[in-house]
């Protein structure tokens, strides 16, 4: 466990290198809010900044999930990863810390972001706070253990950076986190719908709006599936990802 | 002229180089249009289209000049580049002058810009139509000065700032406003106010309404296509013209982070 909380530090100072480009993806995303989503609501027949509100939340956490990933590659690629095998550290406290590491720290970039969407919404019940917070630590590990699969599968900078790049293009824009599910429903192919309801962000977003306000949609899915949804994509990416990670690096 | 040229072309062949960014930039144009153009006009009240026709039109539009934007920006990351591998030193020792260097890299930066997008403007205009080939060709001509324009305030940013961590955030933070506070994804007449009065002053503004108004799509325009290509000329010569004076003067003596 002492190991496990080294290795939470150790991502956390990491994080913390990276305070300008946070600031960054902070001004990106209160853009998003402040100017784009205020100007859409007079465009479309409901308030759009309120629907909106939780996408960026979950959007703002996916990403900063995500960035675990790039330290993972920069230690492929520079053979730091031999040095963190080294260590007398377990191979499962190892996976466990890093992929710990990288939810903790999507919760964490992304809570002023959450605050703001209840300053806007208005603040939920404690139960219900407990289980907003729960849903975003599921998906920013799960999100946290992708990341960190496919960083560790290749030595490449730039395929990393495409893979990622491809991922937030079908996660962010297939999902409910700009628009809701009825649109979807009505404009896209049958596939992409279905990925658009499968999808965690779509679950993250939906599972705050359903308990923020009335989510205005006939077709949102009830509570236990979008936790559900949610589970899945958490267990499955979380420990998929933390054993491919370990395999990854004994071979390499 | 020649030695001008030497310099464009070497802009140009190096961009070939981002193969895996220019994958991503197209990717996300795909995206821009065939999901979220998509969907989003499906959400749009009908008192929308009787102002813009078309919204699924306006904003692909809008996507091929937020394209043309970010790619011309792309020149500053070169830059930093040449800093750090001391590739700047090299061009220094060059027989050309500082002016036809940092002229022919703004063009440079513009014109590559237009070879990638090209492709993309033109499955835009495929989808829009073009309805005043004349109107066109002039759209096109001003959106080289944006491209040239842009190129040159990104030469002039990464000149006067020469910090690479800075610059990429300052880019990054003015980047997101940037694009947002235009008309490039939606029109002037649903902003507020403060929105659109700065709208109006923002060189992607005029791109996008000179672009609109070349393809035919009238009914749409906030500005005036001879106010935006009046725009569109002052915006690319204080930035050409200002970059050429930042470059020379801060080109030497190193410095560079």
Redesign the interface.
């Known amino acids: 466990m002492k190991n496990i909380l080294f290795l939470l530090e150790y991502d956390f100072k990491n994080f913390m290198r990276y305070k300008w480009w946070i600031a960054m993806l902070i001004s990106m995303n209160l853009a998003d809010l402040f100017v784009m989503a205020l100007v859409v609501t007079r465009m479309v027949s409901f308030d759009y900044f309120r629907f909106f509100s939780p996408g960026v939340t979950v959007t703002a956490l996916f990403a900063s999930a995500f960035m675990i990933g790039r330290e993972i590659n920069w230690e492929v690629r520079r053979s730091f990863a031999h040095y963190l095998l080294s260590l007398p550290i377990k191979r499962w406290e190892l996976v466990a810390g890093r992929t710990l590491a990288g939810g903790l720290r999507g919760i964490l970039y992304s809570f002023p972001l959450l605050l703001t969407t209840f300053a806007l919404l208005g603040f939920p019940a404690p139960h219900e706070f407990l289980l907003i917070v729960g849903a975003l630590f599921l998906l920013a590990t799960g999100t946290a253990g992708l990341s960190i699969a496919i960083a560790a599968s290749t030595r490449s900078f730039e395929k990393f950076v495409t893979a990622r790049g491809v991922l937030y293009y079908m996660l962010f824009f297939c999902s409910t986190v700009f628009y809701p599910l009825d649109s979807i429903l009505s404009v896209l192919p049958q596939p992409l719908a279905l990925f658009a309801q499968l999808n965690p962000l779509s679950a993250g977003a939906d599972l705050i709006r359903a308990l923020l306000f009335a989510y205005p949609t006939s077709t949102l899915p009830s509570l236990f599936e979008l936790l559900r949804n949610l589970l899945a994509f958490s267990a499955v990416f979380t420990f998929g990802g933390s054993f491919a990670y370990i395999k990854i690096l004994e071979a390499k | 002229m020649t030695k001008l040229w030497l310099v464009v072309e070497r802009d140009v062949r190096m961009f070939l180089r981002y193969r895996?960014i220019l994958?991503?930039r197209a990717?996300?144009f795909a995206?821009?249009i065939s999901?979220?153009g998509?969907?989003?006009?499906?959400?749009?009240?009908a008192e929308?289209h009787n102002i813009v026709g078309s919204?699924f039109n306006y904003y692909a539009a809008g996507v091929g000049i937020m394209m043309l934007y970010s790619t011309a920006m792309f020149i500053g990351y070169d830059i930093f580049e040449e800093a750090e591998h001391g590739i700047i030193e090299y061009l220094l020792s060059l027989p050309i002058s500082r002016k036809e260097l940092v002229l022919g890299r703004a063009i440079g930066g513009g014109i590559r810009s237009f070879v990638y997008i090209g492709p993309m403007l033109a499955i835009v205009l495929f989808m829009i139509g073009v309805i005043h080939p004349l109107n066109f060709l002039v759209a096109f001509a001003s959106l080289f000065l944006f491209a040239f324009g842009v190129s040159g305030f990104s030469i002039t940013l990464a000149s006067a700032i020469k910090s690479h961590?800075k610059y990429?955030?300052f880019m990054?933070?003015f980047n997101?406003?940037v694009v947002?506070?235009s008309t490039a994804?939606?029109p002037k007449a649903?902003?507020?106010d403060l929105?659109a009065n700065l709208a109006q002053l923002n060189p992607i503004t005029f791109a996008s309404d000179i672009f609109r108004w070349g393809a035919g799509l009238e009914s749409v325009l906030t500005t005036s296509p001879f106010i935006a290509v009046i725009g569109l000329f002052v915006f690319f010569f204080t930035f050409t013209f200002l970059g050429v004076t930042i470059y020379e003067r801060r080109i030497e003596g190193g410095g560079w982070e």
């Open positions: 895996f994958i991503m990717m996300w995206v821009q999901l979220f998509l969907v989003v006009s499906s959400m749009i009240k929308v919204y961590d990429d955030i990054g933070m997101a406003f947002r506070l994804m939606y649903f902003m507020p929105y």
